[in-house]
Structure formats: structure tokens, C-alpha cells
């Protein structure tokens, strides 16, 4: 039932990431014959957004694509929209250019929300800017853990910054959230997260000149539809952390809650995550030297000072709603 279980999630991931190496099932806790041997089969395995039935499909008016030949959006920096999009987001919280290291692809900084070049952009699949929508590298075991339930773990040594999966399953609006939530407290389930990042927040407090937060638009249930993210359990002193990525989104509302590795991970380490968003706003300024190296940058960026939040919590990502 374990191989069994694995083909299922490969097959059913096949078409996003034909690449991603198989995720296996380790049980070393069911000593028992009686006991459970894989894990649920409960949900749909899926990398994909279902969308709940207030959600209308993305739509794309407002979507922009780049123009940049080849996979070096990061060296047009004048002349990639995409370049120019992150920056303007993202300049101000010392980050300079794609939030992504052009050599390796790992994410520069946890907590900021990141612009990918999209389906739009006439650069290649193998552009620097493409790393969520190129899918997971990295092999991963799903394996029982004594008190905590099914759990995630590396199979490798995965290096800081490194793309791990998108918390995916059914996106859903406020209403039928609240009414999911009221179900799922009564059997103790919690898999329903809000997308309600400070950024989000911030812009809604600037437009409506108000300090009160924003109400929550869209939350992800991974209780029906998901992927293994959906077993990740918490800790409060996190190897990984949520960040918000936009492709082919242009509702600032709408991004891929996607989890990245936010220091070396080992082999046979568990990766977890804090449910109740991250603390550390990870602003690296070493990093900001080597970006102007990768990037041939004479300066701009350093030295900016983070703006001040709407509501002091810029380095919340999301909240779970425990039980
Ligand atoms: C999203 S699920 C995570 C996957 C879960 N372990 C499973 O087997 O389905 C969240 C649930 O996992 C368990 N969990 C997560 N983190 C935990 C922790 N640090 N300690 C104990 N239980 C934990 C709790 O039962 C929680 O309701």
C-alpha cells in the first residue's frame, strides 16, 4: 500500500512536475499489523487550486508578461517588466531585483512576496525567474511520526532558500471558510489557511485610510484536496517558512501559498513550519553584496529602510486557525 500510495501522488503530479523524484512512505511507528500503513486517502492529491463557489477563475485583465529573450530576465533589468514589478514591490525591504539568486534559484529572503515571470513572458522555461512554476526538486518522505501524527521529511540535505511545495487544495471565500471552519472545529481537523499577508493588509489600510485589518478574502482548505504540504506539522522553531508567490495571478489577494526551506535542512530532518505565520522578517544584507555581484549591480537599494507596516505585523505570513 506504501508503493501504492506513492505512484498515486506521482501520477497525479505527473503533468506539473515530471521531474519531481517520488515521494516515499515511512512508517517505523506502526509496530502493529492492524495499524495504518499509509497515510489517509481521504483527500485528492493535487498541486493544483480548486476553486471554492464563491471564487471566480483567475482572471488575467491586468496580467503583464516581459519581453526578454532567453533565460536571463535578471541581466535586462531596465527593460523586464517582470524585473521592474518585484523591485517596485520589494526595493524597499532591501532586496534588489528578483527575489531569487540568478545561480542557483534559491529565495533571497523569506516573508516578501515574490513576482515570477509568467505564462505572458516570451523569456524560456529556463529563466532565473521561474522556480515555483518549474516544481519540486527535491525528494521527500511522508513518514509516521510517535506523537505528532503523519509528518514531512528531507531525503537530502536541502540548502537554505530551496523551493519545497505549494500549500495547495481548495481556495475559498470568506463565507464558505467560516462555515468550513464551524464543521471542521467539531472533528478537530486543521488544514484551513487564511491568505491574509501584511502586505495585503498594508495596501488596504493605506487605500482606506484605517488602521483596522483587512477581513480575510481567501483561505486554502488542504482537508479535501492537496498535496503532501498538507502534512507538515508545526514547530515554533521552523526549518521552512510560507511565502507568497504570484505566475499567472494578478489579484494582488490570489497568491500560491508556497513553503521554502528558511535554513539547511539535513537528511532525515523534519521540515516544519510555524502555523501561526513567521516571526523573522529575514532581511539578509550580506546577501544584498553577492545579488549586485550576480546582477553586475553598481548599487541602488542598499541601505533603504523598511517601510512602516500598517498594522506592525510585516512579518506575519499567514494564520492557522487552531483548533
Ligand atoms: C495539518 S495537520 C499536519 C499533519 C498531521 N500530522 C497529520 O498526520 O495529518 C495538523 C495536525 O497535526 C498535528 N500537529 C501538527 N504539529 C504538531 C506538533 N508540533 N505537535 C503535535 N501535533 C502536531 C495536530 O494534530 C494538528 O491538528
Redesign the pocket.
Known sequence: MKLVYSAMMQENTSLDEPLAPPIIIINQDDLDATATTT??WEFYYTNEMLLGRSVPPPSRINLTGCDCLGGQCHLNKSQCTCYLKQESFTAGYGVTGFMYHAPNQTLKSNGLPVFECNSLCACSEQCTNRVVSRGRKIPLSLQK?P?????VFARCLIPKGTFIGIYSGELLGHEESEERALKYDEF????LFDIDWWYINQQYSRNNNSRSRKPCKYTVD?YHAGNFT??????CDPNSALTPVYIDMDDIERPLLTVFSKRPIQAGEEI?FS?SGDPDFDDDEDEEEEDKEEEGEGGGGEGKEKEEGGDGDKGQGTIWRL?
Open positions: 497515510p489517509p511520526t506523537r505528532k501524527g503523519w509528518g478537530g481537523r486543521t488544514y488542504a498538507r502534512f507538515l506539522n508545526h514547530s516544519t502555523y483548533e
